[in-house]
């Protein structure tokens, strides 16, 4: 069963990427469909080999930050760039080189919130990531 939802789950967001890939063509400009295409290459690349998957991530950062030129207070988008960041952490092979995509992961996320303050997704994820820089700032302190 968990099996057939995963398989139905990368249907769906691959057939998402493609619609929103065919959308662009008709208007490039559109911020909704931008963070939509963005979306579904991050949930499709947790599926992927680490280089595959890095090159979906960066393609979906590429869209997100192309969404946010149209509009910049897209709390959607803010939101989403966080995601991203993110999942570069887990991609990275020291806490060096993840540190800077967990700050900026918290920058994101507390823009999301300066939009939108009552969201309690993005209040939560600007919770969690900012426990993980302060751990990561304890360690480096007192270590």
């Given at each position: 069963?968990?099996?057939?939802?995963?398989?139905?789950?990368?249907?769906?967001?691959?057939?998402?990427?493609?619609?929103?890939?065919?959308?662009?063509?008709?208007?490039?400009?559109?911020?909704?469909?931008?963070?939509?295409?963005?979306?579904s290459?991050?949930?499709?690349?947790?599926?992927?080999?680490?280089?595959?998957?890095?090159?979906?991530?960066?393609?979906a950062?590429?869209?997100?930050?192309?969404?946010?030129?149209?509009?910049?207070?897209?709390?959607?988008?803010?939101?989403?760039?966080?995601?991203?960041?993110?999942?570069?952490?887990?991609?990275?092979?020291?806490?060096?080189?993840?540190?800077?995509?967990?700050?900026q992961?918290?920058?994101?996320?507390?823009?999301?919130?300066?939009?939108?303050?009552?969201?309690?997704?993005?209040?939560?994820?600007?919770?969690?990531?900012?426990?993980?820089?302060?751990?990561?700032?304890?360690?480096?302190?007192?270590?």
């Open positions: 069963m968990e099996v057939s939802n995963k398989l139905n789950r990368l249907l769906f967001f691959d057939q998402a990427r493609k619609i929103s890939e065919a959308n662009y063509t008709s208007d490039p400009n559109d911020a909704d469909n931008l963070t939509r295409w963005a979306e290459l991050l949930e499709l690349s947790q599926c992927q080999c680490p280089q595959d998957s890095l090159k979906m991530i960066q393609n950062i590429v869209k997100l930050e192309q969404a946010l030129s149209i509009n910049p207070r897209k709390h959607e988008t803010l939101w989403c760039l966080g995601n991203a960041q993110t999942s570069l952490v887990f991609l990275t092979k020291t806490e060096d080189e993840a540190r800077p995509y967990f700050k992961a918290a920058k994101y996320f507390l823009q999301a919130v300066d939009e939108d303050p009552t969201n309690e997704v993005y209040l939560k994820s600007l919770e969690i990531s900012s426990k993980v820089l302060w751990s990561h700032y304890f360690i480096l302190v007192y270590s």
